[in-house]
């Protein structure tokens, strides 16, 4: 399942009332978005957009049927069950060392301000002024120790750029720490704190 | 020794104007309402004075600020007696006793300001620090650098930190894992000594951890002291290769040559 169909399928059934629906929708042949709503007390506009968007997931069926000539939704359950299922490792970094020979250092005057941490040899955080004037606002990214600890080594501006690996080694840090390192750097990058030079 | 000095000179103002001031007063008061408030307001002056050597004494040991604190407490107690001894010349009491006092440890404490045992030496640090720098435009950092390793003991540790703080080299604040030397220059000592600044955060410093591990961290406002910028990256390892040197020689007992390597600068042996 898309990470995004599920993050929605997970607000759905967050609802404090989702499961009631899921009650009458089991137990009914098929019920419109008022019946749901009376049957309940809630408002018939939370019923019908709890059910449409069970609709786009394909949980439900929408029809569409006529009292009259007046036009309206019909909802019946599709399926019996719900599963969930995200695949997390399609976030790994496919080739990490990617990039690693990046010549890099801190740009000059750069808005960010460096935290070190109680141990004296890592930086604890990062924070980065962003906007102007009234929009100024504080960006605090907390780094994870081996992050601390490279960005402590990292070369100061316009001082000789070092590589990742070089940084990487001189920090005392190992190779599994390089994606996290990477995802550090990468964002620095964005912020205008770090410079790459080749 | 011939070199370029490379912080900015100190402006002569900054040491003369309380000296003039005083005599301004007292001069001011003699003219005014005679020579016993005069006196007495000057040995008031003096005596507002005295905790100021005498906290650089306690908390450096530097022994040559006890001698400060005697002349001014000797000048003080001069000054409150002259009055009586001016109005009464056949009994003078202990005025001349003070005066000879005041005067030998004038001697005193002359030949320690000529000599710079009373200097603060942060001044000399940086200019130490910043010789093999060169200028290549503002690159400023406002965040700690690690500088290298120095094999260091405890033991050598505790004997370096006494030595740097009776020197007036830096003030030491002793942490669980490390050392930190903020380099002692003049105007940033009052709030150290009267014990209102706590920590050193907003200072330049020198960390040393037991491990040998040395960070260097320099303000905005210590950088600006020097005439050129200075490339930053090259300025901090060079203070922690500085404060390396230092702790090597003072593990080897040649704490002299500290001494000797400031005092070759030249400057000024007022700050």
Redesign the interface.
């Known amino acids: 399942m898309e990470y995004e169909k599920a993050a929605r399928l997970g607000a759905i059934l967050a609802k404090d009332y989702s499961e009631d629906l899921f009650k009458l929708l089991v137990n009914y042949q098929d019920i419109s978005a008022s019946e749901a709503a009376s049957r309940l007390s809630l408002h018939i506009r939370t019923a019908q957009d709890f059910l449409d968007n069970l609709a786009d997931l394909e949980i439900v069926n929408k029809t569409e049927v006529f009292e009259k000539k007046r036009p309206y939704f019909r909802y019946n359950l599709a399926k019996s069950k719900i599963t969930v299922t995200v695949d997390l490792s399609a976030y790994e970094n496919e080739n990490p060392r990617e990039g690693l020979s990046r010549l890099i250092r801190e740009r000059a005057e750069n808005r960010a301000n460096f935290t070190l941490a109680r141990t004296g040899d890592e930086f604890s955080s990062v924070t980065i002024w962003e906007g102007e004037g009234r929009d100024r606002q504080e960006h605090k990214i907390s780094l994870t120790s081996p992050q601390g600890k490279f960005l402590f080594h990292l070369p100061f501006p316009k001082s000789r750029p070092m590589s990742i690996t070089g940084i990487l080694e001189k920090a005392g840090l190992g190779e599994k720490y390089t994606s996290e390192i990477q995802n550090i750097v990468d964002e620095l990058i964005r912020q205008e704190v770090i410079e790459v030079l080749s | 020794m011939f070199f370029e000095r490379k912080t900015k000179p100190k402006n002569i103002i900054r040491w003369i104007w309380f000296p003039i001031l005083v005599l301004i007063i007292f001069f001011v008061i003699f003219a005014l309402a005679g020579p016993r408030p005069a006196f007495y307001t000057l040995g008031g002056l003096y005596l507002l004075i005295v905790p100021y050597p005498f906290m650089i004494f306690l908390r450096t040991r530097n022994n040559g600020y006890l001698a400060v604190t005697g002349f001014v407490l000797a000048a003080c107690l001069m000054m409150i007696s002259a009055p009586q001894a001016i109005a009464d010349k056949s009994n003078p009491g202990l005025t001349p006793f003070f005066l000879v006092i005041m005067y030998i440890l004038m001697l005193v404490v002359g030949y320690l300001t000529i000599n710079r045992k009373l200097r603060w030496r942060g001044e000399e640090v940086f200019e130490l620090a910043a010789m093999p720098v060169e200028d290549?435009?503002?690159?400023?950092?406002?965040?700690?650098?690690?500088a290298g390793k120095v094999p260091v003991s405890k033991t050598e540790m505790i004997r370096f930190v006494e030595f740097m703080t009776q020197n007036l080299i830096a003030f030491a604040f002793r942490?669980e894992?490390?050392v930190v030397f903020v380099p002692t220059l003049p105007g940033n000592d009052l709030p150290y000594l009267f014990g209102t600044k706590k920590d050193y955060l907003n200072d330049t410093w020198v960390?040393i951890?037991y491990d040998g591990?040395i960070?260097v961290n320099i303000t905005e406002e210590d950088y600006l002291l020097f005439k050129m910028d200075l490339?930053?990256?090259?300025l901090?390892q060079s203070l922690g290769d500085l404060f390396r040197e230092f702790l090597e020689l003072s593990k080897q007992g040649q704490d002299s040559r500290i001494i000797d390597r400031m005092n070759a600068l030249r400057l000024s042996p007022i700050n």
């Open positions: 290549i435009g503002n690159s400023f950092s406002a965040r700690p650098r690690p942490e894992n490390r960390a951890d591990n960070t490339d930053f990256d090259q901090c």
